[in-house]
């Protein structure tokens, strides 16, 4: 693999290709666009289910025309914030975060520290054994460098017995670049 053409977002895509099964249970916790949605509704196949959050209806209205565009029924969109993930889905194979604002939205609502690091407590509670949660955290300009710095300490404190986190970052990169993170549940 080469690393000069990747970016987090392509990064994650690819650890969903490798991880995700026909059949899983997934959460997009985050589904802006919808694009992670599609993907990962394609991913889990007809028999798998994809539940997809976000806080904003215009996130909610522009997932649903992509997957209605694309014929996608596999889908539960929920007009909620992730940080009550635990109140729709009681068990996930696997929990998508992308940390920061919609694209091309309105960059005052973003993801904040408190909920996001209550989310990603949340989706490990119901994550399975050798499930996986994972992070593209989007950070920079007024609002980023508070939430990156939380969700870093957050996840250098899990304990390594319970999960395995790697952290993936373009270190000579210019302006910012989104950091990629996973989270394994380690099997016991």
Known sequence: MHYYDKNALKLSHAHFKEHIREGATVIDATAGRGRDTLLLSTLVGRDGKVFAFDIQEEAIRSSRELLAAH????????????????DYVKEADAVVFNFGFLPGGDHSVFSRPDTSIRAIRAALSILKADGFVSLCIYYGGDTGFEERDALLAFLSGLDQKQYTVMLQSFYNRKNCPPLFAVIEKNKR
């Not at 014929?71 to 635990?86: A, P």
């Open 71 to 86: 014929d996608r029924e596999n889908v539960t969109l929920i007009l909620d914030s992730h940080h009550k993930l635990c």
